[in-house]
């Protein structure tokens, strides 16, 4: 690779160079995704074909999400030779499929997370119950313990000036402790977060705030998330894991895996289509890589869909050339300000980092989200923000939202989702006496000593981790 931080040394200064540069490492850069993009998608795929034989995928889920997978991969097959010249109508056409995949992707990432989240309470319980376990008080009394947790939270204080760190870990404790909050007094707390933090933002912060919650928190709204739910449910998601036995939650876990471990393998064929779909029908793609390169993969999803055995045998994709394009993309970030001072904006640079990153864009829209809204809420502050009628009809409009979601689910699966929500927004105590309150108003909820002993074990793991880095 090129010493490109030499180069930008010694082009300072003269912003003709600069701009030739950012043209070449810009180039570069969208060549690279596609190959990488086609490279990741195609061995994903196989491995899916490999692991999910077509009579066996048919079988396992529903026919509202096996047909538009089948139909993105015939998409695929048919228009792959073509692409280089393929027609508008083909291209319109993969418009509607490539929705109806992602709506389909987003009620499985719902369901992952649940599933995530059904087998961490799983697990929880399994060494609650276990009476052989290692679990043993770590401190004489409640008082002590929290009294080392505010302690843990004044000495970041005394360190942080901005406050970031403190909140970071506010929200890093909050999350190992059970939700202290009723639903009432959650969308209470909701709605004095949002009052505070949408202040004094535009409308339009304001609208993309809202968009970005109802995505993250809106998973009832998905009708494919919804049958997964159901389907959850047969395995276990509206049992509350403290009233079953240690032999039901063993077996349990082991079913939640099974299904989980599913749900990600769909997971890979959707990315994969929706990928390849998205390079099929850019003509930019045509100019970048040789798609001819590809081709066998027309003649792989035949075998696959009509069962036959799938002859090709894929090598894993190029871990180097991944390696380069990451360094590029930590040039074009660690620089930006010497590419922004040579007179390219910042829109621009940040469209070809974000373009730079589309091989990993479906397995990290959940991280974007979150990504965008901790920027909203920290930077989307306006001189004429807007009025207060129109912030409070939309505060009004995303808790409804949030108590249709959260009265949904089972009191114990509810206080899950309440403690993501909560995790996700702004910290929304004004004082380390209102934090200290919620505290002890969480470890009340726990029902024995030992669901005790096990929250002071993850808290005392995270305060020694945290202190350690100091």
Known sequence: M?????????????????????EEISAEITS??????????VNNMYNFFKAFRFNRFIKSFPSEFTLPVIEGLRFIEVNLPECINLSEENIKAFVPLKENLLQILEGVLYA??????????YEQELVVKDVTSDLRPLYDSDHQFIDDMMGYLYAAIEKDENGTTVNKNIKSLILLLPMGFVKNEFLSYVERVLNEALSNMSPSGIKAVCQNLASLTNHTSNPYYLKLYEIAKEYGLDKRPGGLSYEEIVSGMHFISFFSNALNLFKSILTSILSIGDIITDSLAANCIDMNNYLYLSSMIDDYINGRRIAVK????????????????STLTQYGNEFISSGIDTLTLSQVIYKGMGFAFYDTKEDNLLSELFNLFEHDMDENPAEEEFIDDNIKDIVKMIDD????FPAFFRKERM????????VGFNSMDELHEYIHMSLDTLSNERSLYYVETLVASLI???????
Do not use: A, C, V, W
């Not at 992952?112 to 309470?121: A, P, R, T, V, W």
């Not at 894929?314 to 993309?329: G, T, V, Y």
């Not at 020694?464 to 100091?470: F, I, L, R």
């Open 2 to 22: 090129k010493n490109y931080k030499q180069i930008i040394k010694d082009s300072r200064g003269n912003k003709e160079q600069m701009h030739r540069f950012f």
């Open 32 to 41: 690279n995704n596609y190959i990488l993009t086609m490279d990741y998608s």
């Open 112 to 121: 992952i997370d649940d599933l995530n989240i059904l087998l961490s309470l």
């Open 314 to 329: 894929l090598s894993p994709p190029d871990r180097s050339m991944m390696k380069d394009h990451l360094k590029l993309l």
């Open 405 to 408: 979601e959260i009265s949904h």
């Open 419 to 426: 403690k993501y929500i909560m995790n996700i927004l702004p």
């Open 464 to 470: 020694s981790k945290n202190e350690g880095h100091d």
